[in-house]
């Protein structure tokens, strides 16, 4: 996978492309990235890269002329054969405006050849840059940065993992927050104790079983690998449903979690209706 990232602070990235996974990517020769300036691409003495937008309102924007040029200078497919998938690339606008960036989408980007992400700046970028230049444009949260550095970097680091080879153990990526397979059912794997479809991590423990007064549960304790499964799924039901209820609208749920949330939901009831009022 090749990525690119054009920013008007090339610096910012090398600290979070030199550790981690992106770095251990980068060496396996699985992933590589390079960091574009866009002031590189201005052709005044101030290396003017912003301006104030037409109709007027508060701060500066992104002007057009240096995010196209420098575009034109990667080489990439034409925009309409990398909407319509003839060409495995995308350019990617990091944006507030855009589409929620999840799991399903970090998946969708880990089998393109390459990415181009246009970090954004000030109070936004020129329009024509998101309609005749960028094939997506993502957010990685319904909240605004200041620019779309550490967007990049997020996305990144989701979408390397992914690749092939990128992590020691590629099962556990099968197996995190937020993976569920295509045809929204349970699917047996190796290790059947471990499985999320969909749903948040369970919790995990490690030694020493005893600490400080805290004790690891009892099911994990007995070596018996189907009351282990049904203590770790009740688990991540029970954290889904507290921290994540949207989730469980499109996780993959099997009959027996569906009576086990019945019984959380029942129980809160029952809790709220013996608080005072």
Request: proline letters at 4%.
């Amino acid at each position: 996978m090749k990525a690119d990232i054009v920013t008007i602070f090339p610096d910012f990235f090398r600290g979070p492309l030199d550790y981690g996974i992106i770095r251990r990517a980068q060496q396996m020769g699985l992933a590589a990235i390079e960091v574009h300036d866009l002031r590189g691409f201005t052709r005044d003495r101030h290396r003017t890269v912003d301006d104030r937008p037409f109709g007027g309102g508060e701060g500066m924007v992104l002007k057009p002329e240096p995010l196209f040029e420098c575009l034109d200078s990667l080489g990439l497919a034409p925009r309409d054969e990398r909407v319509a998938g003839r060409a495995q690339q995308s350019v990617i606008l990091l944006s507030a405006q855009g589409q929620r960036f999840t799991q399903k989408v970090a998946a969708e980007l880990a089998v393109l050849d390459r990415m181009v992400f246009i970090c954004g700046r000030y109070e936004g970028v020129d329009e024509r840059v998101a309609e005749f230049l960028a094939d997506r444009e993502l957010s990685i949260g319904d909240y605004v940065l200041s620019g779309g550095e550490i967007a990049a970097t997020v996305i990144l680091e989701a979408v390397t993992r992914l690749l092939p080879g990128a992590v020691g153990n590629e099962a556990s990526t099968q197996q995190e927050s937020f993976t569920i397979d295509e045809n929204s059912r349970i699917t047996e794997r190796a290790d059947s104790t471990c499985s999320s479809n969909g749903l948040l991590d369970y919790p995990h423990y490690t030694r020493p079983a005893h600490f400080r007064g805290m004790a690891v549960p009892e099911a994990l304790m007995t070596g018996n690998h189907e009351e282990i499964r049904r203590w770790r799924r009740q688990r991540a039901l029970e954290k889904t449903w507290r921290n994540r209820p949207d989730l469980l609208e499109r996780a993959a749920l099997t009959d027996e979690d569906t009576s086990f949330l019945a019984v959380i939901k029942k129980n809160q009831q029952d809790q709220s209706k013996s608080i005072p009022r």
